[in-house]
């Protein structure tokens, strides 16, 4: 296993924050800075900024993504957005079940997983989040709840169908909060995660899936936490919305390649 290879990923969540003059702005200064990089680079933005952003980053190795789907192919939605919508725009990829979405709008597991199956067959990389609570966190209930969360939202899917997936542990006590898990947390976690995903589909997709920690990651902890084994890649949400600190941030995963290399 130490010596695979899996690409390091980081993403900005970007939620609800930036026009498309921002974006743009936000956009123009990094693509230079991560050119050649062999760190990848992702957004994940307002819908509205899809499709220019999209446009402005077709030369460069920046991926543009969406923050959420609906589940159905197309219908009487009001204010839903389909998948095959965000592809033509020109995302890349879609952020699914963050807990925001389970929380603030219900979300649960039978739905995050339609959504799951709806982005493989449209051919947008799902980032599948998952996470347990404060209270769930206390009364050591982790595993348990990140076992239902993978094994609920990922039901119906064959290893084939999930060879573009990644999984974002996000722990929802760190989301937003200034306390971010200890990199030894994380790894536990994320090393469990890449457990039952070998026992539910295959080793082989174990081994390459990339896992990405979320919740407080910043400048100065960023390093740390992707020393970890099973941390390949970091979901940022707040620290993605400086231009600074998240280029910081991309110059500092640089080093987990170095170390593979
Ligand atoms: P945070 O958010 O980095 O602001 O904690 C992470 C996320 O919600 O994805």
Request: glycine share 8%; with cysteine.
């Amino acid at each position: 296993m130490d010596s695979f290879y899996r690409p390091v990923v980081i993403t900005g969540n970007w939620k609800m924050y930036k026009t498309i003059e921002e974006a743009q702005s936000f956009v123009s200064q990094l693509i230079p800075v991560i050119e050649g990089s062999d760190v990848e680079v992702c957004l994940a933005v307002p819908f509205t900024a899809i499709y220019p952003l999209a446009q402005e980053v077709q030369q460069t190795s920046l991926m543009i993504g969406a923050q959420n789907m609906n589940d159905a192919s197309e219908g009487a939605f009001t204010g839903e957005i389909a998948g095959k919508m965000l592809k033509e725009a020109g995302a890349s990829f879609v952020l699914l079940g963050h807990s925001e979405r389970r929380r603030l709008y219900h979300e649960d597991n039978a739905f995050i997983n339609r959504k799951v199956r709806r982005a493989v067959e449209v051919g947008l990389r799902p980032v599948l989040c998952v996470g347990e609570t404060l209270q769930e966190y206390e009364a050591g209930e982790t595993r348990q709840v990140i076992q239902a969360q993978l094994t609920e939202c990922l039901k119906d899917l064959t290893a084939e169908q999930l060879k573009s997936l990644i999984i974002a542990y996000e722990p929802v006590w760190a989301i937003g909060s200034g306390y971010s898990a200890t990199p030894e947390i994380a790894q536990g976690v994320q090393s469990f995660c890449r457990q039952v995903m070998a026992e539910q589909f295959s080793s082989e997709l174990a081994e390459q899936l990339v896992i990405q920690y979320g919740g407080s990651v910043n400048p100065s902890n960023a390093k740390e936490l992707l020393s970890q084994p099973d941390i390949d890649g970091l979901l940022i949400g707040g620290a993605s919305l400086s231009l600074e600190s998240f280029i910081q941030i991309v110059n500092d995963s640089k080093s987990k390649i170095q170390s593979q290399g």
